[in-house]
């Protein structure tokens, strides 16, 4: 007789030599889901997202939550701002911060493979104010997400690995740096204005040379001092399939873990946006690569902080003067393969933007065309009159436009928090404001923008970077392109240090003030 043995895997692999995997410990095995909150179903159902609820708001963290289970997945994200000052007072801190983020990372690949294995993601970047967390998966195993990737972020691998690691990211950042001196000019220009015009900024060339004396043993002080001896403090969104009490003991696992001594709220560091207070302001600069044969033009018109129907006005002029724009100086006077423009509000300041880059023509020329283009707005403006409701109508469906993912739906709140102006309700106010502009509004705000300055229209600052076939050229040459209106920074760093900024709003949900 024939007889036959059944043998299981497990008992199969070891005569085989070989193993099965470890189990991957962010696969779940609980899918269930949590009811929708009945108002954040009837926002959905409006096209609106729904503000997160303040849990609390303490000096050590504070803590944002929303229960969707809307997209119909048994997940959740956790996004978490932590404020370190250390970090932004010196390019020294900022580029420590950059290689934490970078030998984290690193460190972190396996887990971030098993991860992406179970569809989830971790992820840990470095900013002006600290570093931003970010966990996302399957809702029952997010903790242990967020456990392994705080344990990484506080226990820096030393040795000959951990040497190892960092000079090899070292060696990455430096060649990063380096080759930001080959950016693309218009790449460079938005460089150069955002330097000027925020409170923290470093340039790649002060990044480069604090970057190049670091050693592992300073990164390894570095990850200490703002573990275990600085005050810093944590600020998260839990949004998706958690309750109120799993998000709160998330936050205070990343609070224990990250925070030694209380900062209060008052007291974190945010990023600041200068106040141009009506000025017209010049920069010309020359591209750091003398070979780059382009240069660029940016023109920043700075609308400052706007209510919901000046938000509104904003928008509907932006769009009117967007393809027009670009019609013109790419399409029909050939500038160059970069123009475009759009309007952005960081930190709730809102600046309508233009951009050209050109081989053609050096930038003071390019500046006039640009100049030459706004004077022809209020024609433009005024041709639109019969589609008027029909750019109300297309602003107002992108304003409101609900998000199709979770992630989507992070990526709408997480920024007004981080950013720390809490206007989550801040898209469908400027919706709703646009039933009542007029075309007269536009038209209106258009008029502001050809005022100059000193008769009531808007702070500008004007970029010209020059590229190797467009030398610098003298004031005198400058002002008979652009205008004597405009006055040029004569010194960057002296400009900033006197600069004022807009105060920082510090708002809780729709206007209910944070306490520290």
């Known amino acids: 007789t024939t007889e036959i043995y059944t043998l299981s895997l497990h008992d199969a692999l070891p005569i085989c030599g070989l193993t099965l995997p470890e189990e991957n410990a962010f696969l779940p095995s609980d899918f269930k889901l949590l009811a929708q909150p009945t108002r954040a179903a009837a926002s959905a159902a409006a096209g609106a997202a729904e503000p997160p609820q303040l849990l609390f708001n303490r000096s050590s963290g504070t803590l944002w939550h929303r229960i969707e289970t809307s997209f119909g997945l048994p997940m959740a994200t956790m996004q978490i701002s932590w404020a370190v000052p250390r970090v932004g007072r010196s390019a020294r801190g900022a580029v420590l911060a950059q290689m934490l983020e970078l030998c984290v990372r690193e460190q972190l690949r396996a887990v971030s493979y098993d991860a ?10 470095s900013s002006t104010s600290g570093f931003e967390l970010s966990a996302y998966g399957y809702s029952q195993r997010l903790e242990t997400l967020l456990a392994t990737m705080l344990d990484n972020v506080v226990d820096l691998e030393q040795g000959y690995k951990g040497i190892k690691r960092f000079k090899e990211q070292k060696s990455r950042l430096l060649r990063a740096l380096a080759d930001a001196a ?6 460079y220009a938005a ?28 990164l390894a002080n570095f990850g200490k001092a703002i573990t275990r001896d600085d005050r810093t403090s944590v600020e998260g969104l839990v949004l998706g399939n958690l309750d109120a009490a799993r998000a709160e003991k998330m936050l205070s696992a990343a609070s224990s873990t990250l925070v030694a001594a209380p ?3 008052g007291e974190r560091p945010r990023q600041g946006v200068v106040d141009l207070q009506q000025q017209a302001l010049v920069l010309p600069v020359a591209h750091p690569n003398t070979d780059e044969p382009n240069s660029a033009v940016q023109l920043a018109l700075q609308f400052g902080r706007l209510g919901p129907r000046q938000a509104a006005t904003a928008e509907l002029l932006s769009d009117m003067l967007g393809q027009p724009f670009f019609n013109e100086l790419r399409t029909h006077q050939q500038l160059g ?11 709730a300041v809102y600046t309508l933007g233009f951009v050209v880059q050109s081989a053609v023509q050096p930038p003071a020329e390019v500046s006039k065309r640009i100049l030459a283009f706004l004077a022809t707005g209020p024609e433009l403006v005024a041709n639109n009159s019969a589609d008027f409701r029909s750019f109300v109508a297309a602003a107002q469906a992108e304003l409101r436009e609900p998000p199709k993912r979770l992630s989507q739906a992070s990526d709408q709140l997480w920024p007004r928090i981080a950013e720390g102006t809490y206007r989550f309700e801040w898209a469908r106010s400027v919706a709703d404001a646009m039933d009542e502009v007029t075309l007269a509004d536009v038209q209106a705000m258009m008029t502001r923008v050809l005022a100059k300055p000193k008769d009531g229209g808007y702070g500008r600052l004007l970029v010209l970077v020059h590229g190797k076939d467009h030398p610098l050229d003298s004031s005198t040459a ?20 006197k600069a004022t900024f807009y105060t920082n709003l510090y708002t809780g949900h729709q206007g209910a003030r944070l306490r520290s």
């Open 182 to 187: 080959k950016q693309a000019p218009n790449a």
């Open 478 to 497: 400058l002002a008979a392109k652009i205008g004597e209106q405009f006055v040029a920074v004569a010194d960057s760093a002296a400009f900033s240090q």
């Open 191 to 218: 460089q150069v204005s955002q330097h000027l015009t925020r409170r923290t900024h470093w340039l790649p060339e002060q990044l480069l040379a604090a970057l190049k004396p670091l050693k592992m043993a300073d």
């Open 263 to 265: 900062l209060a709220f």
């Open 337 to 347: 393969y970069i123009v475009g423009s759009g309007l952005s509000s960081a930190q």
């Open 116 to 125: 992406g294995v179970a569809g989830s993601a971790v992820a840990l970047g």
